[in-house]
């Protein structure tokens, strides 16, 4: 079975100071593992993905994460928040195997990052 | 944008009707799951479709249930609305053999009165 938790329902940060969304995962398989990003009355989109290749991964606006088998964690961060970045962000997990897709995602609760001036 | 649309944007049905919610995948994606998402919740999983026929279910009952036409297109019907119902439904489309990452639509908000 696979499960995702967010530590911190919300997050808020100056602009300019670094991002740190925590995500830990439950996989009884080797997971893929993703961060989306939600803007108000939208749908989600992709940030980053971890598909078992590079434990670092970066991804678009500047986001990145770091794949941590031993933590079973995938915190994502960036060194410099702006404030589009302002948004609710989901951690979600994947199984690889036989019979599963990328398509069949577990979300976590969300974070929402709030960006002070 | 990612090429996947959903139709309607906004629904106001009352409690006991059915509703048919509508999404047309992104080109070359075989594959379209369907999810919920509840306010201040994150999207969970009510099933997926790939070739036409169901390939995965989470744990909503029977009174969801889908279908998936030639063109990969897809719709989610929810009879006997309730009003724990009203939520974001999310369309994600990807593609098995290619093994892509799920491309998410806009969504449909339905609020059941």
């Known amino acids: 079975a696979q499960s995702v938790t967010q530590l911190g329902s919300h997050v808020s940060v100056s602009e300019g100071a670094l991002v740190l969304l925590r995500c830990n995962y439950s996989s009884s398989v080797p997971p893929y593992l993703f961060w989306y990003v939600q803007y108000p009355n939208q749908g989600l989109q992709l940030l980053l993905k971890?598909?078992?290749?590079?434990?670092l991964v970066k991804g678009i606006n500047g986001f990145e994460a770091e794949f941590k088998k031993s933590e079973t964690s995938f915190h994502l961060t960036k060194p410099s928040a702006h404030m589009s970045d302002a948004a609710e962000y989901f951690c979600?997990?994947?199984?690889?195997?036989?019979?599963?897709?990328?398509?069949?995602?577990?979300f976590g609760r969300g974070t929402q990052l709030t960006v002070w001036p | 944008e990612t090429g996947v649309t959903q139709s309607p944007t906004h629904l106001i049905k009352t409690r006991g009707q059915q509703v048919t919610l509508r999404c047309s995948s992104q080109s070359g994606h075989n594959t379209v799951s369907w999810y919920q998402q509840a306010l201040g919740q994150g999207p969970q999983f009510i099933f997926q479709y790939y070739r036409e026929e169901e390939n995965g279910r989470g744990n909503f009952p029977p009174r969801f249930s889908g279908l998936q036409f030639p063109n990969y297109s897809s719709e989610l019907n929810v009879n006997a609305l309730e009003l724990d119902d009203s939520a974001l439904y999310l369309c994600?489309?990807?593609?098995?053999?290619?093994?892509?990452?799920?491309?998410f639509g806009q969504g449909t908000r339905l609020t059941v009165v």
């Open positions: 971890y598909t078992s290749a590079a434990t």
């Open positions: 994600a489309s990807s593609s098995l053999r290619q093994n892509t990452e799920a491309f």
């Open positions: 979600a997990v994947s199984a690889v195997g036989r019979g599963s897709t990328l398509g069949r995602l577990y």
